[in-house]
Antibody
């Protein structure tokens, strides 16, 4: 059974960089055909896709966040990471990592496995 | 503002049938991109409910069904149960600009 687990800084100062890691167990992030995404949910609000990385380390970002986001992977540790720079209070959210099959090109299918989520608060 | 529009809330009594709509446009659902649905219980991560417009993953009761037509999709829940009270989100792909993964704004289902 595939499992994803987020970890990282729960409190980030405004203008600093948010850093999170998603550890994957029960499957390899190097396996072809899958994408590994970050998705966030501000308190009381809806879901927003941040971006994904695939098994070739190709990345694809939400155009509205692209200038501030970097997703990378560490195959040796079977984990992938998110860095978001210049954060503000608007970036306060529960951050989820999730897996989806790649369909064709940039298009992915449904998110079939999710981590439990981790709350990141941006505040001084 | 999400490009996939869902009603903020719907409600129904136990045993009833409810539907949740997800209205898109010609750049997403109308182009033929698949629609997926998720259920999010309070304080938990979203759970995949419907994949590829109408496919239920293993373990999802057949009370849940999905459909798509034109620029819209719908999630139907029959035989409503108290444990169905949750937030529901649709998800698709949008090809405007450089393309992006989209979620609907979410719908809160209340079981009366």
């Amino acid at each position: 059974q595939l499992q994803l687990q987020e970890s990282g800084s729960g409190l980030v100062n405004p203008s600093q960089t948010l850093s999170l890691t998603c550890a994957v167990s029960g499957g390899s992030i190097s396996s072809g055909g899958y994408s590994w995404s970050w998705i966030r949910q501000p308190p009381g609000k809806g879901l927003e896709w941040i971006g994904y990385i695939d098994h070739r380390a190709y990345t694809y970002y939400n155009p509205s966040l692209k200038s501030r986001v970097t997703i990378s992977m560490d195959r040796s540790k079977n984990q992938f990471s998110l860095k978001m720079s210049s954060v503000t209070a608007a970036d306060t959210a529960v951050y989820y990592c999730a897996r989806a099959q790649k369909v064709r090109g940039l298009i992915i299918s449904s998110f079939d496995y999710w981590g439990q989520g981790t709350l990141v608060t941006v505040s001084s | 503002q999400s490009v996939l529009t869902q009603p903020p809330s719907v409600s129904g009594a136990p045993g009833q049938r409810v539907t949740i709509s997800c209205t898109g446009s010609s750049s997403n659902i109308g182009t033929g991109y698949d629609v997926h649905w998720y259920q999010q219980l309070p304080g938990t991560a979203p759970k995949l409910l419907i994949s590829g417009n109408s496919n239920r993953p293993s373990g999802v009761p057949d009370r849940f069904s999905g459909s798509k037509s034109g620029t819209s999709a719908s999630l139907a829940i029959t035989g409503l149960q108290p444990e169905d009270e949750a937030d529901y989100y649709c998800h698709s792909y949008d090809s405007t600009l450089s393309g992006t993964v989209l979620f609907g704004g979410g719908t809160k289902l209340t079981v009366l």
